[in-house]
């Protein structure tokens, strides 16, 4: 006489928790660590749905990082703070920089991304895709894969946004060139957009000094003599960087944000 096959019985805490942590189709949900540490980048048909028109190479992106989101719009790079509770997320007042963009076509995108942004309620993170939802459609983004990071040194490392104070960033003044490169016998040298300078360096880790700096002394236009200042106080007040890729960001003694710069790399 054949005896009856043991049954499992599986705790009920276990199915619950595999239903709480993952959708139909294998998404995690949890406090919006998935979300954290990652470029995402709008897909072309949330882009068209936004606005018509938009050249090709138009990008808009999102970063998350402890609460702080940042990214580019279209035109301007922007920031704010958001909250998760598990699939809910919602995001503070946004700020970003003030430069105007051509085609008109790149500001309707900037204007309705941002918008469609201030409305998103819920996301869902799915293989390499994120999808933001609120009042109007969806906006999908795709994981970003981040090239190598530039060396900090003999990159050309252009000026692309300033701190003033506060949550006030710029842009560069039109039409100036201002850089730094950093050599690796401790020198540094650039030009403010107006006048050429001269420096010394010192890295530990991803701390930073600069000081000991010459300069020109060309007389400039007042919103070149404004940037000039503000780009000289950020450089001697540095004490930390980081290397995302392309862009290098130098900050204060507090964390605070100084001043930005895209890089080119070095012609062998």
Not at 103 to 114: F, G, I, N, W
Not at 138 to 145: A, G, K, L, N, Y
Not at 165 to 177: E, K, L, N
Not at 189 to 206: E, L
Request: hydrophobic share 40%.
């Amino acid at each position: 006489m054949s005896r009856p096959r043991p049954f499992v019985v599986v705790p009920l805490v276990l199915l619950l928790t595999t239903a709480l942590a993952c959708g139909d189709d294998g998404a995690t949900i949890d406090d919006g660590r998935e979300l954290e540490g990652v470029t995402w980048i709008l897909d072309r048909g949330s882009i068209d749905g936004l606005a018509d028109d938009v050249p090709p190479g138009a990008r808009v992106d999102v970063r998350f990082e402890a609460n702080e989101v940042s990214g580019t719009s279209g035109c301007n790079s922007y920031s704010g703070t958001y909250e998760v509770d598990g699939g809910s997320v919602s995001f503070g007042p946004l700020g970003g920089t003030e430069m105007g963009c051509q085609p008109s076509s790149l500001m309707e995108l900037e204007a309705a991304y941002l918008s469609a942004l201030g409305q998103v309620r819920t996301f869902r993170v799915s293989d390499d895709a994120l999808t933001l939802t609120g009042g109007g459609a969806p906006m999908t983004f795709v994981r970003e894969i981040p090239p190598e990071p530039l060396p900090l040194v003999s990159t050309r490392w252009v000026l692309d946004a300033l701190g003033y104070g506060g949550d006030t960033v710029a842009s560069p003044v039109q039409g100036t060139d201002a850089f730094i490169r950093f050599a690796a016998d401790g020198s540094a040298s650039g030009s403010t957009g107006c006048n050429r300078f001269g420096a010394t360096y010192a890295v530990d880790g991803d701390a930073i000094s600069i000081g000991g700096a010459e300069m020109t002394l060309v007389g400039c236009e007042p919103a070149f003599a404004e940037q000039e200042d503000v780009f000289q106080r950020a450089l001697f007040r540095s004490a930390r960087f980081t290397i995302e890729a392309d862009v290098l960001t130098l900050f204060d003694a507090d964390g605070g944000f100084l001043v930005s710069f895209r890089g080119t790399p070095a012609v062998a």
